[in-house]
């Protein structure tokens, strides 16, 4: 699923370029479970298809709410980590949910952490996409994930990268409402 089309048409029906799904119906959730969204822990909200949300929740923790916002009716967390990839298509996913965002469409009360950027290939990137991360940089914090080539092939990591190591530190440490910018 990609937030870079102009309109996703599922189950839900269409939704608006930037704006993740709502999910699944209040009539799968039980009247236990109707409280609202919950402060505790985090939840991790793919950009686009393929950013590396479902990865960063094993490794890390949390709740992986693929390409949609929390729902008050499921008590997920308010707490939101939003992933892309360094590529120019991942950008600007998270862009756009960034600004969809900025225009209301997400729950009330949901509050983004931070964006994470986890690189799309080694090395450095084009001047192009270091730019657009800068901007990215002046609206939300940002942790920028390095190319992990074990994760490719499937292989668990021994000892996690340091800038992955800080991200976890936001996610299960004590203080995790107030980010740092990696």
Known sequence: MSLDTQ???GDQGSRAVGA???GGGADEI???QRSGLSPAGFAWVAAHGGCGATTLASV???VDLGCRWPQPERT???RVLLVARTHAGG???ASQTLNA??????????KLVAVVLVADAPGGLPRILADRIRLLRSVAPVY???WVASWRSGQNLTTLPQPLEKLGRLVQGPTAGSPGRA
């Not at 965002?101 to 949901?110: D, L, Q, V």
Request: net charge positive; charged share 25%.
């Open 20 to 22: 993740p799904a709502t």
């Open 76 to 78: 997920e967390p308010t």
């Open 30 to 32: 039980g009247p236990e």
């Open 91 to 93: 950008l600007r996913a």
């Open 144 to 146: 920028r994930i390095p």
């Open 101 to 110: 965002m900025r225009e209301g469409r997400h729950p009330a009360g949901m």
């Open 7 to 9: 309109a996703v048409v």
């Open 60 to 62: 890390l923790g949390g």
